[in-house]
């Protein structure tokens, strides 16, 4: 397999963000409901951006949670001050060989660009898209991403940590390398849904992906 593009995820993937994403909601949201919020809580609502996860939450104040949690996001982003070790060796990598890159997240375009700029890692990615306020939208991402790359499906991998992740390549196609790297993943689903690859380590996924450009 000769792999001429490779499709990121963010959280999970390129680094540990999601313990970040779950107090920021928590810092913006507590305040707003006037009750405590539990992780399940705030998990339960992911699949849309956060605009979305803070639409179900607080409909009521949505303008003023999704600017609270824009603000919070920034202001604790410390708690998650690099990529995972090996990220940025594995995308200088990549691009010294001519792989083109793209970026495909749930995540809303305000905290993906304050991460990407965080970690130095925004001039990798030649096509980014986020998520929607609506609702999950991979299969759609995936679909733009393929035509915006102009590059063969079957030369094409997506690098996620979700199981949804699978789940929505395996329904396109697209060969998928679970990232199985970040201690929030969980390992036992993504083995059982049968990924193309899973990589315990970006080392292991550096050392395989080397001898496949």
């Known amino acids: 397999m000769k792999i001429e593009a490779v499709i990121f995820d963010l959280d999970g993937t390129i680094a540990n963000t999601l313990p970040l994403c779950i107090a920021a909601f928590r810092k913006s949201i507590e ?3 006037q009750r405590s919020v539990s992780d399940e809580e705030i998990i339960a609502s992911f699949g849309p951006s956060e605009e979305g996860t803070i639409r179900k ?6 303008e003023e949670g999704v600017k609270a949690y824009v603000q919070n996001y920034a202001d604790m982003h410390d708690t998650c001050p690099v990529a995972f070790e090996g990220i940025k060796e594995l995308l200088e990598l990549l691009k010294d060989n001519g792989v083109k890159l793209a970026m495909i997240t749930g995540k809303g375009q305000h905290s993906t660009r304050i ?3 965080r970690f130095s890692l925004a001039e990798y990615f030649e096509i980014l ?3 929607s306020p609506e609702g999950p939208n991979k299969v759609n991402g995936l679909i733009n991403v393929l035509d915006r790359l ?3 499906i079957t030369n094409t991998i997506y690098v996620g940590d979700a199981s949804s992740d699978i789940t929505y390549c395996q329904q396109l196609t697209i060969p998928i390398a679970a990232a199985a790297w970040a201690g929030t993943a969980n390992v036992n689903e993504l083995e059982l849904l049968n990924p193309d690859w899973i990589f315990y380590s970006v080392g292991e996924f550096r050392d395989w992906i080397s001898g496949e450009i």
């Open 150 to 152: 102009n590059s063969n």
């Open 57 to 62: 939450l607080i409909p009521e104040h949505e």
């Open 31 to 33: 305040p707003l409901l």
């Open 129 to 131: 898209e986020t998520g």
């Open 115 to 117: 991460s990407l700029d």
